[in-house]
Structures are given as structure tokens and as C-alpha cells.
């Protein structure tokens, strides 16, 4: 592993973290309406279903999975089915009648929801197919590979750390947590939009 490699690695993992995406919409929604504690869960179990494709693609498991239609098509068809549970869900929220938030994302529903909606986008399989075939050769160590693949998974929960951190700033959430349920219908309508977008591309061949 070079640092001019490395730093290609990181250049793109960052970019890629940092597109907005049904990712960014889940991490937003459970800071704002569960708090800092379920952001921060939600972008550490985000981060581990993305390191479970970094790995699995660098010891090569991740090209099985793409090269078989029916598991691929299976775990695409999971994750456009998840963002539009998720995302009706967000649409149905109601304001409680004393004004306070709706009820609360638990920890565990936040680790659950970061951990799949990672989990069910075989497209990060793709992503990293795509950068890892661009940067292994067959002289790279196993430990230069692991590298890689950590080098993946700490920018990806970094990124989300990041989002959970500044958008459950107190000075301000209080605010934000005013308008809860609109944030929740909003987020859900973005969470069923991506949702038909992904069944397009699966109809569409993409």
C-alpha cells in the first residue's frame, strides 16, 4: 500500500459517503427525532454493514454476490422495500396533542435501520468492486487490503458521526424538534421517493 494509493482510496470513499442518499435521509431522521445518542448508533451500525462490503469485496466474496442476478436482484428488491416501509412509516407520523415529539426511534430500532439499510444496497458492493479492482493488484498484501477496506469503513461512520454530531447541536435542536413530524413526513417522502427510484433502475436493468 502507497500513501499516493491510500489517498486515492480516502479521496473517493469521501465522496462517496458524503452523496446524499437514503443513508443520509435515515441518519437525519433518527438524530432529529431520537437525538444525538440514536444519530450516533445509527451511523456506527451504518458503518458496519459498509465495512462488511468493503471486506468481503476485497477478499473477493462481494463479486459472487454481484455475479449472481438472483441475489443480487433479492438485495435489491430487500432495500427497495425497506426505504418504502421506513419512509411510509415517516409519512404516517402525527403530532402529538401536547406538542411534544412523536414517539422516539428506540437504540435499538436505530441500529437496526443503520445497520440495513446498508446491508440491503448491493450497489456498495458495486462501488467497491469498481475502486478496489482500480487500486489491488496481486501484489498487495492481505494486511495492505484490510487496510483498505478499514480505510472504508472508518471514513463511511466518520462522515455519519459528523451529521449526527452537528445536527443534534442543542443550540438548535430544540428548534428543529418543533416541526419533529414534519421532518418525519418530509424525510419519509424523500426515504419512498428514492424507494421508487430504485425500483425504476431494478425495472430499467440499472
Known sequence: MTLATWLTVVTICILGAMSPGPSLALVLKQTLTGGRRNGVVTALCHGVGVGIYAFLSILGLAAIITASPTAFSILQWGGA????????RGLMARQQTNDDLPEPPTTRSAARDGFLIAF????????FLALFSQVVGTDTSLLGKFGYAATALVIDTSWYLIVAWLFSNPKWLALLRQKAVW??????????????????GILNGK
Do not use: Q, T
Open 81 to 88: 422495500l425497506y426505504l418504502a416501509w421506513l419512509g411510509v
Open 120 to 127: 440491503f444496497n448491493p450497489k456498495i458492493a458495486v462501488f
Open 183 to 200: 421532518f418525519e413526513r418530509i424525510f419519509g417522502a424523500i426515504l419512498v421517493g428514492l424507494a421508487g427510484r430504485m425500483v425504476s
